[in-house]
């Protein structure tokens, strides 16, 4: 898998995204979820590891990309980072993708590549757009309860929210259970200081704000 050519700064956060090739599913069932984000986690490190042998007392010493939020969704993902030390993000990308590629095609018997070209990255250096990831990332369950809630104006906000929250697969639920696994919110600006302002700010952006 090709690697990107774009730098990245440490100290500096990017939104990272990508989708399945011809826009298929890349998740099928809970266990790839599940497995691609067990990846997540254990792709994080310095250490040269054999999947095989990572056990659930595994040690992944120092990470190289620190996490902020992230989304699974069926046909694409959404992450957002930091670069942490030099070459950081482009390396964890690789593992992770390459992993979950290999993983997939063994599974469903099949081959060639399963993303849509090199993942995509977006440099967020202002304040503000950082902030509104979080929304962005967190709110993306809600097209699959009704894909046109932007235009909808008699959408269900209560239903909508509670999907979001319910929702397995995006780091909303560290954020409320306050386990965090996969991120390191240590690393990112403190915008929301209890799991409530996570509520109220996606309350707010599912009744009043267009994107």
């Known amino acids: 898998m090709a690697l990107r050519k774009q730098s990245f700064e440490i100290d500096e956060f990017y939104h990272l995204y990508n989708r399945g090739t011809e826009k298929r599913k890349i998740f099928l069932d809970k266990r790839d979820y599940e ?71 063994k599974k469903y018997k099949r081959t060639g590549k399963l993303y849509e070209g090199v993942f995509k990255s977006i440099h967020a250096d202002k304040d503000n757009y950082l902030k509104y990831l979080y929304s962005y990332i967190h709110l993306n369950p809600a097209k699959l309860v009704d894909k046109n809630w932007k235009e909808n104006k008699t959408k269900n906000v209560s239903n909508l929210l509670n999907y979001i929250f319910s929702y397995q697969y995006s780091s909303l639920k560290e954020y409320i259970n306050q386990k965090f696994i996969i991120l390191n919110p240590s690393e990112f600006p403190y915008y929301f200081k209890k799991p409530e302002d996570h509520k109220k700010e996606l309350f707010e952006w599912l009744n009043f704000k267009e994107k």
């Open 35 to 105: 497995h691609f984000l067990f990846l997540m986690y254990v792709c994080n490190t310095t250490k040269s590891i054999e999947l095989r042998n990572v056990g659930k007392n595994f040690d992944r010493g120092e990470t190289i990309v620190d996490i902020g939020a992230y989304c699974l969704m069926p046909n694409h993902f959404h992450i957002l980072v930091r670069e942490k030390i030099d070459n950081g993000i482009s390396r964890y990308i690789h593992k992770l993708l390459t992993s979950y590629s290999m993983y997939f095609n």
